[in-house]
C-alpha cells in the first residue's frame, strides 16, 4: 500500500470567485500549479485531485493527474476526500488547500515527519501571528495550543483574550497563532469522518477541524515560516500572478 497520500480538494462552485481552480496563471489553471507543488513534497508518494466538477476533472486528466469525482453535497474539504477515502491509498492522508499555488513543498515534509514522530490523529501547520489586524481579521484562524503544541481550540475570533492589554499590546503576553488549512490525517480519522454526528462548534464557527475536536480526536500542530497566499478574489489571483513571473 501506498504509504502516503495528498488529495487536493477542488471545487468550482467558489462564492467569492467562481471557477477559481481553473483560472489562468501563466498558461497553466491555478489548481496546477497547486498540484505541481504538492508533487515536489519528497515525502508524498501519489497525488489527487477530488472534485465535483466534471470540468475540473477533464482538465486533470489532460495533464495527466489523478482525480476522483465525488458527490457536490460535500460541506467541506474534508468531507469530500472522506467521502472517497475507499479510492485513496495511505497511512497518512494529506489534506490540500486547492486554491494556494505557491504552497511549499516543505511543509508538507514537515507535516509527515511530525506524524512520524506521535502518530497524533491530526497534524496541522501554525505560524506566528505579528501584526493587530490580522488578529482581529476573522478570515485568519487563530488556534490555542497546549505547551505540547496539542490544538486546543480554533476560532475566528482572537484567542487567547488579553483581558489586561488593549489588542495593539496583546503580543506582550505571548505568542498567538494563526492557523494555515492544511491537514495530515491519519487514515483511521477519514474512515469514520462521515458518521460523527453534526458539530456546533463548527456550524457556529465554519471551521471543519472543530468537529474532531470536538469528538474527541488529537490534533497536533507543527510551526512554520510559510505564509498563506490564498486566491479568494481575482486581487488575490494577480498579486499572485505578480509574484510568480
Known amino acids: 500500500m501506498t504509504n502516503i497520500s495528498a488529495v487536493i480538494p477542488a471545487r468550482l462552485g467558489s462564492t467569492r470567485l467562481p471557477g477559481k481552480v481553473l483560472l489562468d496563471i501563466h498558461g497553466k489553471p491555478l489548481l496546477w500549479h497547486v498540484w505541481q507543488q504538492v508533487r515536489q513534497a519528497r515525502q508524498v508518494e501519489a497525488v489527487y485531485v477530488a472534485t465535483d466538477a466534471r470540468e475540473v476533472c477533464q482538465a486533470v486528466e489532460a495533464w495527466g493527474g489523478q482525480v476522483l469525482l465525488t458527490s457536490p453535497d460535500c460541506q467541506?474539504?474534508?468531507?469530500?476526500?472522506?467521502?472517497?477515502?475507499?479510492?485513496?491509498?495511505?497511512?497518512?492522508?494529506?489534506?490540500?488547500?486547492?486554491?494556494?499555488?505557491?504552497?511549499?513543498p516543505?511543509?508538507?515534509?514537515?507535516?509527515?515527519?511530525?506524524?512520524?514522530?506521535?502518530?497524533?490523529?491530526?497534524v496541522t501547520p501554525v505560524y506566528p501571528i505579528d501584526l493587530a489586524e490580522e488578529l482581529a481579521n476573522p478570515n485568519i484562524v487563530k488556534v490555542?495550543?497546549?505547551?505540547?503544541?496539542?490544538?486546543?481550540?480554533?476560532?475566528?475570533?482572537?484567542?487567547?483574550?488579553?483581558?489586561?492589554?488593549?489588542?495593539?499590546?496583546?503580543?506582550?503576553?505571548?505568542?498567538?497563532?494563526?492557523?494555515?488549512?492544511?491537514?495530515?490525517?491519519?487514515?483511521?480519522?477519514?474512515?469514520?469522518?462521515?458518521?460523527?454526528?453534526?458539530s456546533s462548534l463548527e456550524n457556529t464557527e465554519r471551521l471543519e477541524q472543530l468537529r474532531?475536536?470536538?469528538?474527541?480526536?488529537?490534533?497536533?500542530?507543527?510551526?512554520?515560516?510559510?505564509?498563506?497566499?490564498?486566491?479568494?478574489?481575482?486581487?488575490?489571483?494577480?498579486?499572485?500572478?505578480?509574484?510568480?513571473?
Do not use: C
Open 144 to 198: 490555542a495550543r497546549a505547551g505540547s503544541g496539542r490544538a486546543l481550540y480554533f476560532s475566528r475570533s482572537p484567542i487567547p483574550y488579553v483581558r489586561d492589554l488593549p489588542p495593539e499590546r496583546w503580543g506582550e503576553r505571548g505568542v498567538h497563532w494563526g492557523h494555515i488549512g492544511v491537514y495530515a490525517y491519519r487514515r483511521e480519522v477519514l474512515d469514520t469522518y462521515t458518521s460523527l454526528p453534526p
Open 212 to 245: 474532531l475536536l470536538e469528538a474527541g480526536y488529537r490534533i497536533d500542530t507543527i510551526e512554520t515560516h510559510y505564509r498563506s497566499i490564498a486566491v479568494d478574489t481575482f486581487a488575490d489571483l494577480e498579486r499572485v500572478r505578480q509574484k510568480m513571473v
Open 106 to 122: 516543505l511543509m508538507l515534509d514537515q507535516l509527515v515527519e511530525a506524524w512520524r514522530e506521535n502518530r497524533a490523529d491530526v
Open 76 to 104: 467541506s474539504g474534508t468531507e469530500r476526500i472522506a467521502s472517497v477515502i475507499d479510492q485513496i491509498p495511505g497511512d497518512l492522508i494529506l489534506n490540500v488547500q486547492g486554491d494556494e499555488p505557491m504552497l511549499d
